[in-house]
């Protein structure tokens, strides 16, 4: 069966100013998505499931939803602060402004994916060779199957000069995950050097360590997983303004209760992304390099 893309782009672009999910990179106002999605399509996937805000609904259908559609099986679910709340967990996050995270966005789409599916976040170019390898990986997959799968980067080849990242950090051993913990704020030193602040420490780094950037290929029986993981998140943090329910700690959880394995592919391909408003010059001098090259023809879309 040909696999699903599942497109977390429901974020709010605090660090970018702006509705980056969105924003034009390409000569003809393509999005970073469209060129995701583009390799998505070649690599065999059968359908793409956006996951957005409904505040950015008119935008997103105008500037990228509605031409997607035109050239593929779409379909897009709203992530909102009172998704999968019950009443009472309502009033007592009141006062939340954040989106409640990635395992909270997948869940939101939970009923409108049907086949194996890979993650993606909205954001993040990851390069055609990783939709190959797992589009191959999750077609000979069926959907009770608890041998999911990931690609994982190098994370000196995910750095930003613009400022922090954030990226779960792996231990892999015989090609299969071990664990994997978020670290929310990993950045270069004065030195050059590279350092993550975790838990209140300065932990350096090599720059050789795998790392996740959410482009992970699980099937549907993942989401019995994510269910308990969220589950016991909202109950100990309802009433927190800015805690997020992460995928990358979910996804360890499912490998470190026995719920299933995660094999790991390492692309060697250089990240670039829309996390802050300087990275939008380099990403589009990236995308046009691309264009002039042939790698992707001057018009992604022929509708």
């Known amino acids: 069966m040909k696999p699903t893309l599942l497109v977390l782009a429901a974020g709010m672009g605090s660090r970018y100013g702006g509705v980056k999910q969105i924003d034009a990179v390409g000569i003809h106002g393509e999005t970073l998505l469209d060129f995701g999605v583009y390799d998505a399509l070649n690599a065999g996937y059968g359908k793409v499931v956006f996951i957005i805000r409904k505040d950015i609904e008119k935008d997103f259908r105008e500037r990228l939803f509605d031409r997607i559609a035109r050239n593929m099986d779409a379909e897009y679910v709203f992530q909102t602060g009172t ?8 009033k007592l996050s009141v006062n939340r402004k954040k989106p409640w995270g990635t395992i909270h966005a997948l869940l939101c789409a939970k009923d409108v994916v049907k086949t194996p599916f890979t993650v993606v976040n909205a954001d993040d170019y990851y390069g055609r060779s990783a939709y190959q390898t797992l589009g191959k990986y999750l077609s000979g997959l069926n959907n009770d199957d608890t041998t999911h799968a990931m690609v994982g980067f190098v994370l000196e080849n995910t750095m930003s000069r613009s400022g922090s990242v954030s990226r779960g950090i792996c231990e892999v051993k015989d090609g299969e995950l071990v664990s ?124």
């Open 83 to 90: 998704s999968l709340l019950t009443e009472e967990q309502i």
């Open 180 to 303: 994997m913990v978020e670290n929310t704020k990993i950045e270069y030193t004065a030195d050059g050097g590279i350092v993550s602040h975790f838990e209140g420490q300065d932990i350096p780094l090599t720059g050789k360590e795998p790392v996740s950037m959410n482009f992970f290929g699980f099937t549907p029986k993942a989401f019995e997983s994510f269910e308990k993981y969220w589950e016991n998140f909202i109950v100990k943090n309802v009433t927190e303004e800015k805690k997020e329910c992460l995928l990358p700690n979910g996804a360890s959880e499912i490998v470190t209760s026995g719920k299933g394995t995660i094999k790991v592919f390492t692309s060697q391909d250089r990240w670039f992304g829309m996390t802050y408003p300087e990275d939008k010059a380099l990403v589009m001098s990236e995308i046009k390099s691309k264009l002039d090259t042939g790698y992707y023809p001057e018009k992604l879309w022929q509708k």
